[in-house]
């Protein structure tokens, strides 16, 4: 009699997981018949991977095994959950059209909350129209001097929606994620119920908005996911009242925030991304298109090519078979117009140098051009994509080009929310079963810990435009014991942004291509752009580094590009650290360790820090130095 297999045991989990995994990438169809009838936590099926970032759905949709797909779907597993390594589901991964298809009919028959691909935006026409008959619909948000109404929900939105919904969505999750992600949302609450303290909802919205963590990423999949069906009656729908409820808030407390005029922006802005075809295929040459989320875009066009991945494209992931590019680069160039359908957050948000810009829900835009470089060009972005806003000027009886007909106002369903406005929100739809299975995902920016509010800000790896990761391995010991401080490049006084992420890139590159490293090596590197100190993530606060031999496992290394002998670097540096050590990811007592040949990069921050008395390394106490090779 074969024995049942467990994923409780951590060992013995791991052990199962690759054994799945490995069945699944090649094909071995009569093992895996053999070992899934017996498995205990079924949910094994849809964990990510820890060497490759990926789950068995994923690597049998990749590399064609039709047949192990269909197994796995009979066995529960999640065809939403998307990749550490290129943020894709197995659906955007998968090699035939046949197994595109064998995903659809799979949704369409067990239509649950987790789907195979997400519906960004809405094309066709008359959605001006849409876009009139929302804000109609929630007009009576109208009342934001009423302080009492506007605490209520926002109540509402931290414990259903934060500590309810969105924590209900990590239940399966491996326990370092389930942590990770944890702590995110807690710190998200925390600038909500700021939110409620202060009576400023605009602002502490945009700085939980802004932080890295998950909260931006699952905010705006299930504004896609669920709001406009909720609208729309001739959809249906299996979303629960009290989650569109709290998506409903989250939006128009914003519209309707009386300081948003302060914010308004006009003019062009840019949006970087990496898309898939399936994305591409969406935008049609004179088409209108409503996004029904969140877009976060920049004034600044360079940065908006770091987050698309500008010169990435022969790094990003392609097919198993044909090897055709299942992600393309690409910019949006959006030209706004109205005042109501932008915000300039820069001075609001956590992270100012992005330069944000934030287009509102529900906005309308015309596609004027589209631009398919081929991928053996000179140019470094691959898709190019101009939109020019639809203006709706109606009021004058008018109509833009972009209106062609007009649907009938929907309003039994206004009706209907204001009816479970009245009754407290009280009405909650039992959720499905599979939600049990779902597992949320976050991408390589997010898979870490977060920092408090009295931490420096850290810039996420697409800022320097960082090739995905091969593969991870966990810190064995937190808080680590050492702090490795190194040079990165040469010496150079007179770096901007563009300069610190080619550096970084590069130093990647050569960590990776030539070294044969997984990532480059470093936790965290600083750069001075323009004269201003910077922090950029590399592994960051709980991945093992390949920055100092024998020293690797139970420290964090910190990189120096440019200039380092000046005291804004230290500055710097000390900020990090005492970061780490209140997060518990650096012992206070750590011990400093250079490299025998960076003599001169040890020996000055070994003496910038020995007058301070808020660094207690263990340095001082032992009275001596440590060096790796």
Same mark, same amino acid.
């Given at each position: 009699?074969?024995?049942?297999? #467990?994923?409780?045991? *951590?060992?013995?989990?791991?052990?199962?997981?690759?054994?799945?995994?490995?069945?699944?990438?090649?094909?071995?169809?009569?093992?895996?018949?053999?070992?899934?009838?017996?498995?205990?936590?079924? #949910?094994?099926?849809?964990?990510?991977?820890?060497?490759?970032?990926?789950?068995?759905?994923?690597?049998?949709?990749?590399?064609?095994?039709? %047949?192990?797909?269909?197994?796995?779907?009979?066995?529960?597993?999640?065809?939403?959950?998307?990749?550490?390594?290129?943020?894709?589901?197995?659906?955007?991964?998968?090699?035939?059209?046949?197994?595109?298809?064998?995903?659809?009919?799979?949704? $369409?028959?067990?239509?649950?909350?987790?789907?195979?691909?997400?519906?960004?935006?809405?094309?066709?026409?008359?959605?001006?129209?849409?876009?009139?008959?929302?804000?109609?619909?929630?007009?009576?948000?109208?009342? &934001?001097?009423? $302080?009492?109404?506007?605490?209520?929900?926002?109540?509402?939105?931290?414990?259903?929606?934060?500590?309810?919904?969105?924590?209900?969505?990590?239940?399966?999750?491996?326990?370092?994620?389930?942590?990770?992600?944890?702590?995110?949302?807690?710190?998200? /609450?925390?600038?909500?119920?700021?939110?409620?303290?202060?009576?400023?909802?605009?602002?502490?919205?945009?700085?939980?908005?802004? +932080?890295?963590?998950?909260? &931006?990423?699952?905010?705006?999949?299930?504004?896609?996911?669920?709001?406009?069906?909720?609208?729309?009656?001739?959809?249906?729908?299996?979303?629960?009242?009290?989650?569109?409820? *709290?998506?409903?808030?989250?939006?128009?407390? +914003?519209?309707?925030?009386?300081?948003?005029?302060?914010?308004?922006?006009?003019?062009?802005?840019?949006?970087?991304?990496?898309?898939?075809?399936?994305?591409?295929?969406?935008?049609?040459?004179?088409?209108?298109?409503?996004?029904?989320?969140?877009? !976060?875009?920049?004034?600044?066009?360079?940065?908006?090519?770091?987050?698309?991945?500008?010169?990435?494209?022969?790094?990003?992931?392609?097919?198993?078979?044909?090897?055709?590019?299942?992600?393309?680069?690409?910019?949006?160039?959006? =030209?706004?117009?109205?005042? !109501?359908?932008?915000?300039?957050?820069?001075?609001?948000?956590?992270?100012?140098?992005?330069?944000?810009?934030?287009?509102?829900?529900?906005?309308?835009?015309?596609?004027?051009?589209?631009?398919?470089?081929?991928?053996?060009?000179?140019?470094?972005? !691959?898709?190019?994509?101009?939109?020019?806003?639809?203006?709706?000027?109606?009021?004058?009886?008018?109509?833009?080009?972009?209106?062609?007909?007009?649907?009938?106002?929907?309003?039994?369903?206004?009706?209907?929310?204001?009816?479970?406005?009245?009754?407290?929100?009280?009405?909650?739809?039992?959720?499905?079963?599979?939600?049990?299975?779902?597992?949320?995902?976050?991408?390589?920016?997010?898979? %870490?810990?977060?920092?408090?509010?009295?931490?420096?800000?850290?810039?996420?790896? #697409?800022?320097?435009?960082?090739?995905?990761?091969?593969?991870?391995?966990?810190?064995?010991?937190?808080?680590?014991?050492?702090?490795?401080?190194?040079?990165?490049?040469?010496?150079? !006084?007179?770096?901007?942004?563009?300069?610190?992420?080619?550096?970084?890139?590069?130093?990647?590159?050569?960590?990776?291509?030539?070294?044969?490293?997984?990532?480059?090596?470093?936790?965290?590197?600083?750069?001075?752009?323009?004269?201003?100190?910077?922090?950029?993530?590399?592994?960051?606060?709980?991945?093992?580094?390949?920055?100092?031999?024998?020293?690797?496992?139970?420290?964090?290394?910190?990189?120096?590009?440019?200039?380092?002998?000046?005291?804004?670097?230290?500055?710097?540096?000390?900020? @990090?650290?005492?970061?780490?050590?209140?997060?518990?990811?650096?012992?206070?007592?750590?011990?400093? =360790?250079?490299?025998?040949?960076?003599?001169?990069? &040890?020996?000055?921050?070994?003496?910038?820090? @020995?007058?301070?008395?808020?660094?207690?390394?263990?340095?001082?106490?032992?009275?001596? /130095?440590?060096?790796?090779?």
């Amino acid at each position: 009699m074969i024995s049942t297999y #467990s994923s409780n045991d *951590c060992d013995n989990g791991t052990s199962v997981q690759n054994m799945l995994y490995r069945y699944c990438q090649e094909n071995n169809i009569e093992q895996l018949r053999t070992i899934l009838p017996f498995l205990r936590d079924a #949910s094994v099926i849809n964990k990510i991977h820890t060497k490759t970032g990926s789950t068995c759905l994923h690597v049998a949709c990749y590399r064609g095994h039709k %047949d192990v797909v269909e197994i796995l779907l009979q066995y529960g597993a999640s065809t939403s959950i998307r990749n550490n390594a290129h943020h894709l589901t197995p659906y955007e991964e998968a090699g035939t059209e046949d197994i595109k298809q064998l995903l659809i009919n799979y949704e $369409r028959l067990f239509s649950s909350r987790t789907r195979y691909y997400i519906e960004w935006s809405m094309v066709g026409d008359g959605l001006l129209s849409k876009r009139r008959q929302f804000r109609e619909m929630i007009d009576l948000y109208k009342a &934001y001097n009423n $302080r009492h109404l506007v605490s209520k929900l926002l109540t509402e939105v931290i414990h259903y929606y934060l500590n309810e919904y969105l924590l209900s969505e990590i239940n399966q999750a491996d326990i370092d994620t389930s942590e990770i992600i944890r702590q995110q949302i807690e710190i998200v /609450q925390t600038y909500f119920q700021e939110a409620i303290n202060k009576h400023d909802y605009l602002t502490y919205f945009i700085k939980a908005y802004t +932080l890295t963590t998950c909260f &931006y990423q699952k905010l705006n999949e299930h504004l896609a996911m669920y709001i406009l069906e909720y609208f729309d009656e001739t959809r249906q729908s299996s979303s629960n009242y009290r989650l569109v409820n *709290c998506l409903v808030h989250i939006v128009t407390l +914003l519209i309707y925030h009386p300081d948003l005029s302060l914010y308004q922006f006009q003019g062009v802005c840019y949006r970087g991304m990496r898309i898939t075809q399936n994305d591409l295929d969406q935008y049609q040459l004179g088409q209108c298109i409503l996004n029904r989320s969140f877009l !976060s875009t920049s004034v600044d066009r360079s940065i908006a090519e770091m987050f698309a991945g500008e010169g990435q494209q022969s790094f990003m992931r392609r097919a198993y078979q044909d090897h055709r590019p299942l992600q393309l680069s690409c910019i949006c160039k959006y =030209v706004i117009k109205q005042e !109501s359908t932008a915000i300039n957050i820069e001075n609001l948000s956590t992270r100012p140098v992005e330069k944000e810009v934030l287009i509102i829900p529900f906005s309308v835009f015309e596609v004027i051009n589209i631009k398919v470089n081929p991928l053996d060009s000179p140019s470094k972005i !691959s898709v190019e994509i101009e939109l020019k806003e639809c203006e709706d000027i109606n009021k004058s009886g008018k109509f833009q080009k972009c209106i062609m007909h007009t649907y009938p106002l929907y309003s039994i369903i206004g009706l209907l929310l204001l009816l479970v406005f009245i009754l407290g929100f009280g009405i909650q739809k039992t959720i499905n079963a599979n939600m049990a299975t779902s597992k949320m995902q976050i991408i390589d920016d997010d898979v %870490d810990y977060p920092v408090g509010p009295d931490c420096p800000n850290i810039l996420n790896r #697409s800022i320097w435009n960082a090739r995905p990761f091969l593969s991870r391995d966990y810190l064995k010991l937190l808080p680590v014991t050492h702090i490795v401080v190194r040079r990165l490049g040469v010496s150079n !006084s007179s770096m901007n942004k563009y300069d610190c992420a080619k550096q970084i890139q590069k130093s990647q590159a050569y960590h990776m291509d030539t070294l044969g490293w997984f990532d480059i090596g470093f936790n965290f590197i600083i750069c001075a752009a323009h004269g201003k100190q910077q922090i950029y993530k590399g592994r960051g606060w709980k991945y093992i580094g390949a920055h100092c031999k024998g020293y690797n496992a139970r420290s964090l290394g910190i990189a120096v590009a440019g200039n380092h002998a000046n005291m804004e670097t230290c500055k710097i540096i000390k900020s @990090i650290i005492q970061c780490g050590i209140t997060q518990n990811n650096i012992l206070s007592t750590f011990t400093l =360790v250079g490299n025998l040949e960076e003599r001169d990069i &040890y020996n000055y921050y070994l003496n910038c820090f @020995i007058n301070d008395h808020d660094m207690h390394y263990a340095n001082i106490s032992m009275n001596k /130095q440590a060096f790796c090779q």
